[in-house]
């Protein structure tokens, strides 16, 4: 589901009523209109419905012209006046709808929550005041427990009018925001569940299923391949290279996600959990080389090692280290890990 910026009220329509006493003429002025619809709604015994379109006039005649205050102070003031009135859900999302007008954001959220926490939900064109609520916070509230919240409840209330799919992804992220941890691996396994994880197309995360899969199987994972620095890495990695010692570096390698690919390819395409360098070198006494410092090209997360002298079509290797992000556990989190291989010289 693609969301937009902000839903603009389908109902904000001028509604040209003809009552008792209020006929419009051409000698009549903006002004004296709004003054009789107000006559009558202090003077005349009226129905809800009626109440409702009279306000309803009121108010869309000042929006026209642009009186967004004009309409705040309105509505505000006939809420606060009438509290058992059963369209203040309408009113008060007429009222944050002017605010994201002014754009001021802030205080739109505040009218909009207050709707889902204080007024029950009211149908408004055949659409949920409380959804078209959501559907505006998610999208201009910048606190993730806030956006936490209202994402939990578009899943939860209205399954069907949203792309759970992606609800999921985007609540795993204002969880990451967050800190909550538990609940990031809670809700990306949630999301890798849909049946359409593997293909959904996320504005803004191209790698949405890939990096969630890769946190949650790593977190089910031993973990016990990683290093607490990248030099003690590069150091057991030499050592094995030096000495031949390939059933060692077949236990270095991670476990997950590790690939073996060329330059060109997507890493997705390289993963090979089952790879064996010791059934690679079988019955050869290959001497592997190495550079005798990383790749210029590493950087503080990701470090290359350039190695040459493999058997097959193309003997140069790069051993591609990368450090672990795992914040959930403090104690694996910032170790490093022999992620893949890159077969081939780099381009």
């Not at 559907?135 to 936490?148: A, C, E, F, G």
């Not at 890798?192 to 089910?220: T, W």
């Not at 590069?234 to 094995?240: G, T």
């Amino acid at each position: 589901m693609k969301l937009k910026k902000y839903i603009i009220l389908p109902y904000i329509a001028c509604l040209l009523m003809t009552f008792p006493g209020c006929k419009q003429t051409e000698s009549y002025t903006k002004q004296d209109v709004q003054k009789q619809l107000k006559e009558i709604l202090e003077t005349q015994s009226l129905d809800s419905r009626q109440r409702y379109e009279i306000v309803m006039q009121m108010a869309t005649s000042l929006y026209n012209e642009k009186d967004y205050q004009g309409v705040v102070l309105f509505l505000t003031d006939w809420v606060e006046a009438h509290p058992d009135d059963i369209y203040n859900a309408n009113w008060l999302l007429f009222t944050a709808n002017c605010y994201m007008e002014m754009k001021a954001e802030p205080i739109a959220e505040y009218y909009f929550d207050k709707i889902l926490q204080k007024y029950p939900d009211i149908l408004i064109k055949g659409k949920s005041a409380h959804f078209i609520c959501l559907q505006n916070l998610i999208q201009i509230s910048t606190i993730p427990s806030h956006r936490i919240k209202y994402f939990n409840e578009l899943i939860s209330r209205y399954p069907n009018d949203v792309n759970t799919t992606e609800l999921y992804f985007r609540l795993a992220k204002e969880y990451e925001q967050d800190n909550q941890w538990e609940q990031v691996l809670k809700t990306y396994k949630l999301f890798l569940q849909q049946p359409d994880a593997s293909k959904i197309q996320i504005a803004g995360e191209p790698d949405a299923y890939k990096n969630a899969k890769r946190l949650v199987d790593f977190s089910r994972s031993s973990k016990d391949w990683t290093f607490e620095s990248l030099s003690d890495l590069e150091n057991s990695i030499k050592k094995a290279l030096k000495n031949k010692d390939w059933d060692r570096l077949d236990r270095i390698r991670a476990k997950i996600n590790f690939f073996t690919m060329s330059w060109k390819q997507d890493e997705n395409e390289g993963i090979k959990e089952n790879f064996s360098i010791a059934t690679w070198n079988m019955g050869t006494d290959s001497e592997i080389k190495y550079n005798t410092r990383l790749d210029e090209s590493s950087s503080p997360n990701e470090a290359y090692l350039r190695t040459w002298g493999w058997t097959g079509s193309v003997p140069i290797w790069y051993f591609y280290f990368r450090k672990v992000d795992f914040p959930i556990n403090p104690d694996i989190n910032g170790n490093w890990e022999w992620a893949g291989i890159y077969i081939g010289n780099k381009l």
